[in-house]
């Protein structure tokens, strides 16, 4: 791109129109049925690399729907509601930089998006009663700060901190006939914190040893230290 840019761009797609099968019941041989798309499927990913100076910046999304009519969890054997959709989408963005006297300092930020949805097609006389819906939301966003220093005679010494956040956490499952009463309902929403250090030993030109040491503490998990 000039100035010292380079751009890295990629893309893929699928498209599956499935295979037809007769899906036989074991318990009833009579009660087989045709499944006409068995993993059925058509989606897109796209990816993008940008490096300039000392930033990294990286981006990547995609979304794939699949649909399988082939009786699975009990589902009504070709029945074309039966599908799915999952998507992940994630954005980084890195700075590195040396500041003298052989010290890095380096900084990262990301940021995640899932999203999912399904739908099952059950038979009206079993327990779940018709179509049932599946949805997930996830957001995540994180950051991580990285001191590198060295030390005269051993190696080199990193200490940092990061940390991660749900933007948004959601996991609902429920049967259209009942949107008010779901099967599940989760929202619940995590924070975490973390520092660390890690020293480098050089023994010889072809051997090191590393340690370290880290602390890490979050909303809903107790504390811990390795």
């Not at 037809?20 to 009833?28: E, G, R």
């Not at 087989?32 to 068995?38: C, I, K, Q, T």
């Not at 059925?40 to 990286?58: D, K, M, N, P, S």
Request: proline share 4%.
């Amino acid at each position: 791109l000039g100035r010292g840019a380079n751009l890295l761009v990629a893309a893929s797609g699928i498209s599956a129109s499935g295979r037809t099968a007769l899906i036989q019941n074991d318990l009833n041989p009579a009660a087989g049925a045709w499944a006409r798309r068995l993993d059925a499927a058509r989606g897109y990913h796209g990816f993008a690399q940008l490096t300039w100076g000392e930033w990294i910046v990286t981006a990547k999304l995609g979304t794939q729907e699949t649909a399988d009519d082939g009786g699975w969890f009990g589902t009504v054997v070709g029945d074309p509601r039966t599908k799915s959709r999952d998507g992940h989408s994630f954005f980084e963005a890195a700075w590195r930089r040396p500041v003298g006297a052989g010290l890095e300092v380096a900084w990262r930020f990301s940021y995640d998006q899932y999203r999912f949805d399904g739908s099952y097609a059950f038979s009206e006389e079993s327990k779940d009663g018709g179509l049932t819906l599946d949805a997930a939301r996830g957001d995540w966003a994180g950051s991580r700060f990285t001191l590198r220093a060295p030390v005269p005679l051993v190696g080199d010494l990193i200490v940092g901190a990061e940390c991660r956040a749900d933007l948004r956490m959601l996991q609902r499952e429920f049967r259209v006939a009942e949107p008010d009463n779901p099967l599940l309902d989760a929202r619940t929403r995590n924070a975490a914190f973390g520092v660390f250090a890690q020293q480098q030993v050089v023994l010889s030109p072809k051997w090191s040893f590393v340690f370290g040491v880290r602390a890490d503490n979050s909303r809903l998990y107790r504390g811990s230290v390795t």
